[in-house]
């Protein structure tokens, strides 16, 4: 079965400090990438995501991921958090012709000290 | 605001009771689907709706859920015999190509 693995369940920064948040997902085909984050008593928002092209993506916010297909992986990064960069980080996963469903990872809690 | 809306937004319930919530997707998006979250975890799919049809079920959906979107628009989601495992964020999202969630109906079963 498809799975989705975030290797830091807590993160805690200072402001300024870079961020890089790992995902590794387990699919030998074509995949689609997603990244959510959900901000304290909101709901998930899209940050970024990867159908095809160039692997290094931009989000918003000043965030990036890199998919590295040899890899299985597509980490988060963040050269300088801010404070309001507090929430739960999601990586997501579907499968490109196969089905729409995603399937996420546990999620990472960042909280970034002012 | 043209996002996803879930109602309602919180539902308390005792178990053994039926409740149902509905999902009101972005007008232009043909796909909904609903997912399921619990604390420390992140959302697991339930089922996708393509306009009306249901295309695809988890094995997480028992046949005490049932979900619906008659007309390709709103859908519900309807729980019978609630039980306390089904407490849970029941999140909705839809999409064109990419899923937009709602803010979630958040379920206790006492």
């Known amino acids: 079965a498809q799975s989705v693995s975030q290797h830091n369940h807590h993160v805690i920064l200072s402001e300024a400090a870079s961020l890089e948040l790992g995902c590794n997902y387990s699919?030998?085909?074509?995949?689609?990438l997603f990244w959510y984050v959900q901000y304290p008593g909101q709901h998930l928002q899209l940050l970024l995501k990867y159908f095809s092209g160039d692997p290094l993506v931009k989000g918003i916010k000043g965030f990036e991921a890199e998919f590295i297909k040899s890899k299985f992986s597509f980490n988060l990064r963040k050269p300088s958090v801010q404070w309001s960069d507090t929430a739960e980080y999601f990586c997501a996963v579907n499968e490109r012709d196969s089905s729409y469903k995603l399937i996420f990872g546990s999620g990472t809690r960042l909280l970034v000290r002012p | 605001d043209t996002g996803v809306s879930q109602n309602p937004r919180h539902k308390i319930t005792k178990r053994g009771q039926n409740v149902t919530f509905r999902c009101d997707p972005i007008s232009e998006h043909n796909r909904l689907y609903w997912y399921r979250q619990t604390l420390g975890q992140g959302p697991e799919f339930l089922t996708y709706?393509?306009?009306?049809?249901?295309?695809?079920k988890s094995r997480l959906l028992s046949d005490r859920f049932s979900a619906e979107r008659p007309k390709g628009s709103f859908s519900t989601l309807e729980i019978q015999r609630t039980e306390q495992g089904d407490s849970a964020m029941y999140l909705c999202?839809?999409?064109?190509?990419?899923?937009?969630f709602g803010p979630g109906t958040r379920l206790l079963v006492l």
């Open positions: 699919y030998g085909g074509t995949v689609n």
């Open positions: 709706f393509q306009n009306e049809a249901q295309l695809e």
């Open positions: 999202a839809s999409s064109r190509e990419t899923q937009y």
